[in-house]
């Protein structure tokens, strides 16, 4: 399904699950913002107690934002059984920017596949990306392998990275 030009989106936390594989889209036109303001955060997936994938697009001329420093964004979900797994991908190329934390206010951590049979996929803006984060997790099964590879794919125009600790694998 498709949600087009839904105005600004101010949430203080946003938790997105699909009940299927296809791609749910939000179209967001400029001057439009989807901004996560809470410590809740952003996430994207779930345990869902049996194998699971999950797919959001954002795009149009407008923006993402994440700026709490309390706040994470979660890119495929921990399964507490083994047996389960998630795969979540969220691609934010289409928009004319990306914030997650900034120079003020760092997030608390990025997770792109953290933890027991998660796996997760982020592609940023092809304009502007800003990522300032405590901790920035790429792949991390906690201890518990994936089923799959995470990945975070930068855009093609500025992208800037600022990070304490950053985790791959």
Do not use: W
Not at 5 to 12: R, T
Not at 128 to 152: D, K
């Amino acid at each position: 399904g498709t949600l087009s030009n839904p105005g600004s989106i101010y949430v203080d936390a946003a938790t997105v699950t699909t009940v299927t594989a296809d791609n749910k889209t939000i179209n967001l036109a400029s001057p439009n913002t989807f901004s996560v303001i809470g410590t809740g955060g952003f996430t994207l997936g779930a345990d869902t107690g049996a194998v699971s994938t999950h797919k959001l697009t954002l795009t149009g001329s407008g923006a993402f934002s994440v700026k709490n420093a309390s706040a994470n964004v979660v890119i495929g979900v921990h399964q507490a059984d083994a047996n389960d797994s998630n795969t979540s991908t969220l691609d934010l190329s289409g928009l004319s920017s990306v914030t997650l934390g900034d120079s003020g206010t760092a997030i608390n951590e990025l997770r792109l596949g953290f933890g027991q049979k998660s796996a997760g996929t982020l592609t940023l803006s092809n304009t502007a990306n800003t990522i300032t984060a405590s901790t920035i997790y790429v792949g991390n099964s906690n201890g518990a392998n994936s089923t799959g590879s995470s990945l975070m794919t930068l855009g093609t125009g500025t992208n800037v990275i600022a990070a304490d600790t950053i985790n791959i694998g």
